[in-house]
Every structure is written in structure tokens, then in C-alpha cells.
């Protein structure tokens, strides 16, 4: 299997480089050359998790041996995740919520973050790289958790994590400043998440930078989801998800599902839109946005205009103005047409907007949920099924009911859960009456015990006593500055 630039075919490369490089040199993702089959489902149907996750990745990676591709899964789907099954479904209100939350950081991004260490590791024994890889990664605020506390204390990686200052949680931040390993670094950027996504990749693409990094013997690498390593493990919950459900006689064999997923970045979708392109049931990709609701209007119009406002919302993992993963889409849709989607990348850059004229969207819907309505769901859903959710959840489920009042469309429906709901109590709590005013959050986490009696994650309660050891904070222009001082590389160390 080869991986081909969105914006260039003919750069083509194995897998072990892509996961290296993270992006291509052109400023393009790279792309599977071609969408493998997976012919036999029923086989899935008594699988593991570990399992079906080897049997799709196998097909990916072919350039890892069979062993060290199951030792990777083997490490990172292990008692690190709170249940054995990985990635549980919860039937609620006649569809089925695909809880994505029971990793170490409580958000999905655990499902490719626990395993993307491993894989990196591996690719530079395959492509015997002795440079020092160092992470580099923006975050909404999951992203940067889950990958520091994949990779923190991981021989031969760094990892720097830039978040914006004021668009986390409390809980999210904490659980960043707080994180330990010698290895591992962050910092508050003063502006917001895509300031702070568009100064790793204005890193990425600068030679000159990228030449003093590499004269100190260290190279960059990425663990956002335009890795590849990141995109491909999540294809395997749906696969999983829906063998499950097979398995215990809620869906019949070969019956076609809605796959609905809260939507940022657009690689947890286009995971789902890889999953149907080879081989799984799906009728409708329900993409679910925000009040960020950009594409919405992209999939309405085919016009992406981030000239806007980014909002800050109660779902911050999903207020983002690019939608990064949205290039693979284009690609794939077009036939591969890498001279349009460069050409429509350098137009975004340069005049905040594109459009698309003869593109197919017909495997997906789009819509979105104010925050009145993601607080309203919240609210019902806990009254009347006593699930609680979190407010990405509540804006997929919204969404969700939105689309079934406006189709009819009655087929079964996996909905992905992407965090757990303590991870963003404060709003949890208040959208089921609880009066939070200035309380300490911590306090307001046991009230919601108390009044859920689900009980709050351990490692969320010790937050509350851990040390912060990473206090620093820079403009967005000083990104690169402060990489050096922290590898000790600038020119003041020459
Ligand atoms: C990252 C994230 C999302 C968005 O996923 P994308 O793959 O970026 O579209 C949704 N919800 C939560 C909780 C997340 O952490």
C-alpha cells in the first residue's frame, strides 16, 4: 500500500514514512492509494477489538511485519482503557451510542493516540531514521492530552503541545499543565485553536526552520489527525461497533445503518466515510457541527467561506474554522484530482474560501446545534433515558433528531460519543439543573456524582491535587522561538 499527496500524486510513499511525516512536503495529506475491501464481516462478529483493529490495519500498513503491527495494538488497547471491550454501545432512544471515551484522557482521540507512539516508533526501526522525532501538535484541548499521555516518557520522541489560551476546558487545561515526563512540553498560545493549527503547519512547511532542527540531529512529526497513523485506527470502531451489534441480534446481517458523528477536524468522519467505502453498510454520514457551523454550510452550498467568527462554544473540540480532513474528502470525491484540491487549498489561504461544482455529496448530511439545543438535549436525554451526555455528544444526537424529523428516515443509527461527560462538567451539570454559578469545578463534578450516580472518572478527581509543571505562554508569531528553547537549538545555542 502506497500513500499519495492529496495535492500531488506522483509523490507516493509507504506507510511507516507517511506516520514519519506526518504531512507531505507540498502541504497536501497523504492518502491511501486505493480503499481496501473487507469482504468478510461475519468473520468480525467474534472478534476482539485488538482483532478487527489487525485485520483492518493489516491492510494498511503493509509495510510493518505481522508481529510488531500486533504487539503495537497489543499495547495500546490494553488496561489502559477502563473496559475490556474497548468501545462500548449503549442503546438509547432506539439508536446506539458508540461510547468513544474510555481511554486515559476520557475523549476519543484515545482510540488513535494510544496506538500512534507505537507505530511511530516502529516506522523509524522500518525506515532506520536515528534522528530524534519531535512531536509537534495543536489541540483543541483533547488532542493534546491524549497524545502527551501516549507519548510521554517514550524513548527517542519529544513532544510539544500548543493549546489556545482561553478556547479549553478547565479540566482540559489542567489535565495538559499537569502532565508529567521529561519529555513533554506546552504551552498556551494567546489566540485560538486554528491560530495555533495554522502555526504548526506554517512550522511544517518552513525549510529553513525545519534545517536547524534537522542540523541537531532532531526531525518533526506530527500526531494530529491529518497522520494517517491516527486516521486509520479509527476506521476500526465502526467496523466493530457494527459486527457487535450484529453479533447480539440488533442489526441483521448486511442491514444498512446512518453513522452520525460530532465533526471538528473531519477525521473521525471521514474514518466513518473510509469504513463505508470499504465494504460497511451505511446508508447517510451525518456530520454534525456547532454554531461553527461551516460545514453545514459547505455541504448546503459547496462553498467552504471560513471568512467568520470562530465561536467559542461548549463543545471547544469542535470549534474550528478547517476542517483539515475535509482535503482527503475532496480528493476522493474528485477522482483524485490533486491539481484542483491544491488549487482550491491555495485559494482557502489566500482568500478564505473555495468552492465545488461538480462534487457528489450524496453519502453525507450535514447540520448543526446552537448551544440552546446542545444544553436542551443534555437535559431531556438524562430526564428520559438517564443518560448523561457531553455537549459533542448532545450536538450529534441533536443533530441527529433534526435529521430524522426532516427525512423520516427510520434505519438503525450508530451515534459516536466522544468524551465523557465529567470531561466538560461545568456544562453537563448546568444543563440538568444544577446550579453552578462560581462553584469550584471539582465541586460541581461530585454534585453531578451525586446526582447521576455515575460515578467520576479517578483520574479526573485527582486532578483537583496535581502539580502544574508547565506554566508558559507565547504569541502565536513566537512558536518557533520557543521550540527552540526548549530544544535547545536556536541560534543564541549555536
Ligand atoms: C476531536 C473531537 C471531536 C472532533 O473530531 P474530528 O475528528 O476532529 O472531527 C469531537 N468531539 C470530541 C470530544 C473531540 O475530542
Known amino acids: 500500500m502506497r500513500y499519495i499527496s492529496t495535492r500531488n500524486k506522483e509523490i507516493s510513499i509507504s506507510s511507516s514514512e507517511a506516520i514519519i511525516q506526518g504531512i507531505s512536503k507540498d502541504g497536501g495529506l497523504f492518502v491511501p492509494q486505493i480503499l481496501p475491501r473487507i469482504e468478510d464481516l461475519e468473520a468480525m462478529e467474534n472478534m476482539h477489538y485488538k482483532e478487527i ?20 495494538i497489543d499495547k495500546a488497547y490494553d488496561n489502559k482503557f477502563d473496559t475490556d471491550i474497548i468501545a462500548p454501545v449503549v442503546e438509547v432512544n432506539n439508536s446506539f451510542i458508540l461510547e468513544l471515551f474510555h481511554g486515559p484522557t476520557f475523549a476519543f482521540k484515545d482510540m488513535a ?18 534522528k530524534e522525532i519531535v512531536i509537534l501538535t495543536a489541540t483543541s484541548g483533547d488532542t493534546g492530552k491524549a497524545a502527551l499521555e501516549g ?40 489566540g485560538n485553536f486554528d491560530d495555533a493549527q495554522n502555526g504548526v503547519k506554517d512550522i511544517f512547511n518552513d525549510r ?71 465494504g460497511l453498510p451505511v446508508n447517510k454520514l451525518i456530520s454534525a457541527s456547532n454554531e461553527n457551523n461551516i460545514l453545514w454550510d459547505f455541504f448546503r452550498t459547496g462553498v467552504y467561506d471560513k471568512r467568520r467568527e470562530l465561536i467559542l462554544t461548549s463543545s471547544p473540540s469542535m470549534d474550528i474554522l478547517i476542517s483539515s480532513n475535509l482535503e482527503r474528502l475532496l480528493f476522493h470525491l474528485s477522482g483524485g484530482d490533486d491539481k484542483m484540491v491544491a488549487s482550491s487549498m491555495a485559494k482557502l489561504s489566500k482568500e478564505g474560501f473555495y468552492k465545488m461544482d461538480n462534487l457528489n455529496f450524496e453519502d453525507f448530511y450535514s447540520n448543526y446545534s446552537t448551544e440552546e439545543e446542545v444544553k436542551e438535549r443534555i437535559c431531556k436525554v438524562f430526564k428520559e433515558e438517564n443518560y448523561l451526555m457531553d455537549p459533542h455528544t448532545a450536538v450529534a444526537v441533536n443533530v441527529y433528531e433534526k435529521y430524522r424529523s426532516e427525512t423520516k428516515d427510520n434505519l438503525k443509527t450508530i451515534i459516536a460519543s466522544t468524551a465523557s461527560p465529567y470531561k466538560f ?27 447521576t450516580k455515575i460515578a467520576v472518572p479517578k483520574a479526573i478527581k485527582t486532578l483537583k491535587d496535581k502539580v502544574i509543571l508547565h506554566n508558559n505562554n507565547c504569541n502565536k508569531d513566537d512558536m518557533r522561538q520557543i521550540i527552540e528553547e526548549f530544544l535547545k537549538v536556536g541560534v543564541a545555542n549555536d
Open 425 to 451: 462538567g461545568n456544562t453537563a451539570a448546568s444543563a440538568i439543573g444544577i446550579k453552578t454559578g462560581d462553584k469550584d469545578e471539582f465541586r460541581i463534578l461530585e454534585e453531578l456524582e451525586d446526582k
Open 113 to 130: 493516540l494510544s496506538i500512534l507512539p507505537y507505530l511511530l516508533k516502529e516506522s523509524t526501526k522500518i525506515t532506520s531514521i536515528q
Open 208 to 278: 529553513e526552520f525545519i534545517e536547524l532542527i534537522d542540523k541537531n540531529n532532531y526531525m518533526f512529526s506530527s500526531a494530529n489527525s491529518i497522520n494517517i497513523g491516527r486516521l486509520i485506527p479509527q476506521i476500526v470502531y465502526y467496523f466493530y461497533s457494527y459486527s457487535m451489534l450484529v453479533k447480539q441480534k440488533k442489526l441483521n446481517k448486511e442491514e444498512k445503518i446512518n453513522i452520525v458523528v460530532p465533526t471538528g477536524n473531519f477525521g473521525n468522519i471521514l474514518a466513518a466515510y473510509y469504513a463505508k467505502v470499504m
Open 53 to 72: 483493529a489487525y485485520t483492518i490495519m493489516k491492510k494498511f500498513f503493509t509495510d510493518f511485519g505481522p508481529a510488531a503491527l500486533k504487539t503495537c
Open 151 to 190: 507519548f510521554a516518557n517514550v524513548h527517542g520522541i519529544k513532544i510539544i503541545v500548543f493549546y489556545p489560551e482561553n478556547g479549553v476546558s478547565e479540566i482540559q487545561k489542567k489535565q495538559m499543565i499537569t502532565q508529567e515526563g521529561e519529555n513533554t512540553f506546552v504551552v498556551g498560545i494567546r
